[in-house]
């Protein structure tokens, strides 16, 4: 049943306050997005002993599970009767569970090896449910709050702004906290304390912003996890844009588990991660509004194609840091920091509209449904970063320590780093291009579909 809410009408102009609280969830989630990849599996191998393949699957295995997870909380999203709009108490209820949770990953009690890996990989499995539960709904609600695709382009851009901060302000201050230089235990616990109020901040923001938002439609959830999977296979754009973002997140992963590693043992000092990390998300904000302009004077699929080019050439300049000057390195960052933006911002907006597309297409709005999937698959690649560098230090020799000892690395084990850390990421976005191809002829023939299939849909 449609039930619209008492906020302004959709396909109106949204409040701005509506606009800056949506996208201040994404304080929340951007730091939950990167944190994570960026210090814990360095936690893991350099401050709890554990060799780095258990590490890997530490960070992976938890991950996994939001496969299942996700869609499931996509599908009760739908299904939700709540009087205020069906994806907000969703958010209230991620946002109260979800910092405590990330507190205590890294609030270890004395363990070293599996046992702490164990510790963990539990922890962290609790805490990315509890953010699959806000995550899931809140990626759906642009396409629920209007159906005007600049309106929707909009609030996407602040989310993007904000994301840019919380990655900033998590991704330079959280190494420092943690006080890398010499892996105090007790830094990891500040660090997640600080970064579970940054958390809570935004997503409990967010949840109260949004209380005059609009709602277009209820959502109409699909009856099985397997239905749900079918129904995002057979949309074979949507199947291909989130294949393309899956890549992309891939490689966003590799390169956020190997910038610690970059910065301690190709660069030789573990606090010039904080400066590859302003670098990298400085450019994320100014950016941003350059690609909204691109994207609408070329058209945002060709703006995206240009930003995975920008990425795939300035991630593999960085192979050359260990021949040149480390200003290169931090400018081949700064590079990726504006491709980035593109990547963030430009797959999103897609999915709005690809969203609104099989809304009119099928005339069911199971938006949840499909954002859960896309979530999932996020969640998996961007757990799958870790565990694929994880796989590289393995192979090229890499050696575990705790926080008493530090080792010697040997040469096959730095330059894995320094592969893994540009080589690696810049050929799987160049990989995604081919999804993106796909995505686009997919999306032409559902704007343009032939006599045969337009009758059919008619039927």
Not at 366 to 395: K, S
Request: one cysteine or more; glycine letters at 8%.
């Amino acid at each position: 049943m449609t039930q619209q809410s008492t906020g302004p009408r959709p396909g109106t102009a949204l409040p701005r306050s509506v606009r800056v609280g949506y996208g201040l969830g994404s304080l929340g989630t951007g730091a939950f997005g990167t944190v994570p990849g960026l210090v814990l599996l360095y936690y893991l191998t350099d401050v709890l002993a554990v060799p780095a393949a258990l590490a890997g699957a530490a960070v992976a295995l938890p991950k996994a599970w939001d496969v299942v997870a996700n869609p499931l909380i996509g599908a009760a999203a739908d299904r939700s009767r709540a009087q205020d709009g069906s994806r907000r108490p969703f958010l209230l209820i991620g946002a109260l569970t979800l910092p405590p949770l990330f507190a205590l990953v890294f609030a270890a009690p004395p363990l070293r090896g599996t046992a702490a890996a164990l510790y963990v990989a539990v922890l962290f499995v609790l805490a990315a449910t509890a953010y699959a539960v806000f995550q899931v709904p809140y990626v759906t609600m642009p396409a629920e709050m209007t159906d005007d695709p600049a309106e929707q382009a909009r609030v996407l851009g602040w989310r993007v702004a904000f994301l840019g901060v919380s990655i900033l302000l998590s991704g330079a201050l959280a190494p420092a906290l943690a006080r890398t230089d010499d892996e105090d235990p007790a830094g990891y616990r500040t660090m997640g304390v600080a970064v579970a109020v940054l958390l809570a901040v935004g997503m409990l923001g967010a949840w109260r912003a949004t209380r005059r938002a609009p709602v277009l439609a209820r959502s109409a959830a699909e009856p099985s996890l397997r239905a749900q999977f079918a129904a995002a296979r057979d949309n074979r754009a949507f199947a291909a844009l989130a294949g393309m973002w899956t890549v992309q997140a891939l490689a966003v992963g590799v390169m956020l588990a190997g910038t610690q590693y970059f910065a301690t043992y190709v660069l030789g000092s573990a606090a010039s991660v904080t400066w590859l990390f302003v670098c990298m998300i400085g450019p994320l904000i100014p950016a941003t509004p350059a690609w909204n302009r691109l994207a609408r004077a070329v058209g945002t699929s060709t703006a995206l194609w240009y930003a995975s080019l920008l990425f795939t050439g300035a991630g593999a300049l960085l192979v050359l840091t260990p021949h040149t000057h480390p200003a290169v390195a931090y400018a081949a960052v700064a590079g990726v920091g504006v491709a980035y933006a593109g990547l963030q911002l430009l797959p999103l907006t897609l999915l709005a509209r690809t969203l609104a597309a099989d809304a009119a297409r099928t005339r069911r709005r199971r938006a949840a449904t499909f954002t859960g999937v896309w979530t999932a698959a996020e969640t998996l690649a961007l757990a799958a970063g870790p565990a694929l560098f994880a796989l590289v230090l393995t192979v090229t020799g890499f050696r575990s320590s705790d926080a008493s000892e530090r080792v010697r690395q040997p040469d096959t084990a730095v330059t894995g780093i320094n592969t893994a850390m540009s080589v690696l990421p810049a050929l799987l976005v160049l990989a995604s291009l081919l999804l993106l191809r796909r995505y686009r002829r997919e999306s032409a023939r559902l704007a343009h579909p032939t006599e045969e299939e337009g009758t059919r849909r008619a039927h």
